[in-house]
């Protein structure tokens, strides 16, 4: 069992930054790819970014290639997502998943932490 808790959200104006941490329970995350979804209102949960579980290998939706960035410190059981230049499109609540399978795009969370708001100001 892995519990995942985020933080970092908030508001921020377009072509800001924000960085959202998600730390999960447990001596096993370091077994986990974990990856950062997120659902705008009356969208579909959507696909983010990953990464496998040494940090070795992410993966980025077309939209945030070179302005996000998926990290983790196993040391401090904590991945995080670097959110760079956003766009008010960016908005919606990020999500937090963890999976023993990377699966690059692919990736299916088998936990999931309760989300972070992020709001983009144009």
């Known amino acids: 069992q892995v519990q995942l808790v985020e933080s970092g959200g908030g508001l921020v104006q377009t072509g800001g930054s924000l960085r959202l941490s998600c730390r999960a329970s447990?001596?096993?995350?370091?077994?986990?790819?974990m990856g950062w979804f997120r659902q705008a209102p009356g969208k579909e949960r959507d696909l983010v970014a990953v990464?496998?579980?040494?940090?070795?290998?992410?993966y980025y939706v077309d939209s945030v290639k070179g302005r996000f960035t998926i990290s983790r410190d196993n040391n401090k059981n904590t991945v995080y997502l670097q959110m760079d230049s956003l766009r008010p499109e960016d908005a919606a609540v990020y999500y937090c998943?963890?999976?023993?399978?990377?699966?690059?795009?692919?990736?299916?969370?088998?936990?999931w932490g309760q989300g972070t708001q992020v709001t983009v100001s144009s």
């Open positions: 447990g001596r096993t995350f370091r077994n986990y790819s």
């Open positions: 990464i496998s579980s040494t940090g070795g290998t992410t």
């Open positions: 998943a963890a999976s023993r399978y990377y699966a690059g795009s692919g990736f299916r969370g088998d936990y």
